[in-house]
């Protein structure tokens, strides 16, 4: 999914998340219900739109729009959807712009009937499978795929609806070895639930039971929130379906896991598991790894919240420096609050995070957060610390450098805005006011997931790409592949 500009206010505003998907085959079961409670447990994967669609076994009804969950959805909506099951999407765009038209779930033709569809992840083809679906169908697709999506998850509907086959799964299995990239799909017809997972598996996506029925769920938290049991990863390169007979798998590729290493770092939640790995237990060893990899002389640890606590409370314990809570988060700034000039975005930082002067004062602090990017987060935040009187303020982050531009559902921001690309640590440390920086080294980051190296894609931080890309290309708003995985 790609483009958008970034929410300069937000404290995000370096590296934003992708996409949620959940989907639910329950008949007897308020659907749109168990649907609600799963995108609010996905709420942090995206908060620019959110959409249910439901079937009733006879036609399939979408209900979507702009905004966090709790503002989307109301009970009237939810009551008006019916049915035995449903598919949902959360979406921050990474393709395509933040508009209505773009929300998720897509509704296409089918074999049979309709195809409701929603995706987490980025195609790195998108634009070549819609020259090729344009050169059969004979009609103009940009901007008009999905309802006017412009998305990348509109040519996967369209490539599924302009197959010839006879059931959406045989249409599934003729269309899913064309994409590129990465993607996570939860889809219904009228009758079926299926989902389908990239052969890299580089997002999460799990299946979990019901009583009486199925869900599917891109982080297994959200299968807590609704009450049903985690019976497994999809694996990459499979494809489900779920109905009256329960559950068929096959699949449609073999698979090679380089499943994203910054699901780990930042994206998911940390009561999430992903390949048996609790998240939020690897975030804490890397934040006691880099305690030894990067010790600081210092009265207090504090985290940026709320993604660098884990990190921070593991680094407290290894330095046996003592952790306390030195920045107050207001939950309640969206990610919709844009200043144009530089005095602005300073202040809608200061909305975001608060100091606690007493706390911070005369103290040698260590601050840790989960990445740099740009550079400007940190830059606003070491200077908000020592405005709140901190002796020193040492930055250290549990992440390596940010060097590469991520094609697979990070929208990161290109190489030329990344600032360890352009710097050495120490004029990066320079440019954002920090006593000292340092950052993880990607041995310890991927020893602390505990997952096999293998089997983690590393890309952003190593330039090492489970596909091959074409750098140039992308700068031209181009596909990212190489013409050799044409």
């Known amino acids: ?36 409670f799963g995108l609010y447990a996905l709420q942090h994967r995206g908060t620019q739109a959110a959409g249910i669609a439901t079937s009733n076994g006879k036609q399939i009804l979408v209900y979507k729009d702009m905004g966090l969950v709790s503002q989307v959805f109301s009970e009237d909506s939810l009551g008006a959807l019916k049915g035995h099951l449903a598919v949902a999407h959360v979406r921050y765009a990474t393709q395509g712009a ?29 634009r070549s499978l819609m020259a090729e679906l344009e050169a059969v169908t004979h009609a103009d ?5 999905g309802c006017g999506s412009s998305t990348d998850t509109a040519v996967i509907t369209a490539l599924l609806g302009a197959s010839r086959a006879d059931t959406v799964w045989e249409a599934a299995l003729e269309s899913l070895p064309r994409l590129r990239g990465a993607f996570s799909l939860v889809f219904a017809d009228e009758q079926r639930l299926y989902a389908a997972r990239d052969p890299f598996g580089f997002r999460p996506l799990v299946l979990g039971e019901l009583e009486g029925g199925y ?4 982080e297994s938290a959200a299968l807590d929130i609704i009450g049903a049991k985690l ?9 489900i379906s779920i109905g009256d007979e329960g559950i068929t798998s096959t699949h449609f590729a073999p698979a090679t896991p380089r499943g994203c290493v910054f699901e780990y770092v930042y994206l998911s939640r940390p009561d999430t598991a992903i390949a048996g790995q609790p998240v939020g237990a690897a975030r804490t060893e890397m934040g006691r790894v880099l305690a030894r990899e990067h ?72 601050v840790v957060d989960d990445s740099i990017v740009r550079g400007n987060t940190q830059r606003a935040l070491v200077a908000m610390l020592r405005e709140a009187g901190a002796a020193e303020v040492h930055v250290r982050i549990s992440s390596p450098p940010v060097l590469w531009p991520c094609y697979f ?13 352009q710097e050495s640590v120490d004029e990066i440390c320079q440019s954002i006011g920090a006593d000292t920086l340092g950052f993880i080294s ?28 074409n750098h140039d290309r992308a700068a031209q708003g181009g596909d990212p592949l190489e013409d050799s995985c044409r």
Request: glycine share 12%.
């Open 98 to 126: 933040a508009t209505w038209r773009n929300a998720q779930p897509t509704l296409g033709p089918a074999a049979g009937g309709t195809l409701a569809l929603s995706h987490n992840g980025n195609l790195i083809n998108a």
């Open 1 to 36: 999914m790609g483009g958008d500009g970034r929410l300069s206010a937000d404290l995000r505003e370096e590296r934003q998340d992708e996409c949620g998907v959940f989907g639910v085959w329950a008949p007897g079961e308020d659907v749109s219900h168990l649907a609600y």
């Open 442 to 469: 990607t041995d310890g980051m991927l020893d602390a997931t505990g997952i096999a190296k293998q089997r983690l894609c590393t890309a952003c931080f190593t330039g090492d790409y489970p596909l091959p890309v």
């Open 141 to 145: 697709l940009s901007g008009s795929l």
């Open 215 to 218: 869900a599917l769920a891109s």
């Open 231 to 239: 019976l497994r990863e999809i694996e990459p390169g499979e494809l």
């Open 409 to 421: 559902g990070i929208d990161f921001a290109s190489r030329d805005e990344l600032i360890a690309a």
């Open 295 to 366: 010790p600081a002389d210092a009265d207090l640890v504090i985290a940026t919240p709320d993604s660098g606590t884990p990190a921070a409370i593991g680094y407290a314990q290894a330095s046996g420096i003592p952790f306390a809570q030195g920045l107050v988060k207001n939950a309640y700034v969206g990610r919709t609050f844009i200043q144009p000039t530089q005095r602005m975005r300073q202040l809608g930082i200061r909305l975001k995070l608060n100091p606690l002067r007493e706390v911070i004062g005369g103290q040698r602090i260590v």
